[in-house]
């Protein structure tokens, strides 16, 4: 739910950059043309992206809460200490990794955008170029900071997993019948050294196999639990 949450502030703080840009191309007349235009191009992509974003992850956010709090049919609930489960700790590192990638990506991305800006030659783009330099660098530590603390305090807790009729709450993510363009297919229960519950999504039309894998372990107490999850959820597709 944290994960969820943060991302839902960091939506709204898209939204709080992109008006500000839109106002700043409005209230500063001595800017160029050409960098008002700019201003206002990226301020109204920060402001759709803030507001699709806080849309979609609120309301995850908010079905997340209703699992926790029970207020929803629960039909199974299994709770890891932490390093008991060795296919969870790779899955965090695995996590960790790509979204310290992506904040790196970003920061690529903020830092050209400063280039082009401070080549640009316009009035005032020096500073503007400096300024987007240092925020970029200030937010990139301080979310490579705290993608640091958030999984290192994951890999220290317990971890949750949580299976509601129809949707599967599993490191602060939310799993439905649909992720992104993909549909749930099919439930699988892998047996190995680490007991796997599989949930398979897909694309009806193609015939080339899963496209995304959830791989959710299975405490060795509750097979039987699994083997009733894998056949709600297969009753469920059967008439999507």
């Known amino acids: 739910m944290k994960k969820e949450y943060l991302h839902c502030m960091i939506s709204l703080a898209m939204l709080f950059l992109g008006v500000t840009g839109c106002i700043t191309a409005?209230?500063?007349g001595s800017l160029l043309d050409s960098t008002k235009s700019i201003l206002v191009l990226f301020g109204l992509?920060?402001?759709l992206l803030g507001i699709t974003s806080y849309v979609e992850h609120n309301k995850k956010y908010q079905k997340m809460k209703y699992l926790k709090n029970k207020q929803v049919k629960v039909i199974a609930h299994w709770t890891f200490?932490?390093?008991?489960s060795s296919y969870i700790n790779e899955?965090?590192?695995?996590?960790?990794f790509s979204s310290s990638s992506t904040i790196m990506l970003t920061l690529l991305l903020f830092l050209v955008i400063a280039c082009c800006v401070y080549l640009s030659g316009e009035k005032y783009s020096l500073q503007i170029g400096l300024i987007l330099t240092a925020l970029s660098l200030i937010g990139s530590a301080a979310s490579l900071f705290i993608n640091a603390w958030y999984y290192q305090s994951k890999l220290t807790s317990d971890?949750?997993?949580?299976i509601g009729e129809d949707c599967i709450y599993f490191i602060d993510d939310?799993?439905?019948l649909n992720k992104s363009i993909y549909f749930l297919e099919d439930v699988r229960i892998d047996y190995s050294d680490e007991n796997l519950l599989q949930f398979l999504y897909g694309d009806y039309d193609l015939f080339t196999g899963p496209m995304y894998t959830v791989n959710i372990p299975i405490p060795a107490e509750e097979l039987d639990t699994a083997r009733?999850?894998?056949?709600h959820y297969l009753e469920l597709i059967?008439?999507?």
């Not at 200490?81 to 008991?84: A, E, H, I, P, Y």
């Not at 971890?159 to 949580?162: D, G, L, M, Q, S």
């Not at 009733?228 to 056949?231: A, M, N």
């Open 81 to 84: 200490k932490s390093n008991t």
């Open 45 to 47: 992509c920060f402001i």
């Open 228 to 231: 009733r999850v894998q056949g």
């Open 159 to 162: 971890t949750e997993v949580i």
């Open 174 to 176: 939310l799993y439905t």
């Open 238 to 240: 059967r008439y999507e």
């Open 26 to 28: 409005i209230l500063l």
């Open 91 to 96: 899955l965090l590192y695995s996590k960790k």
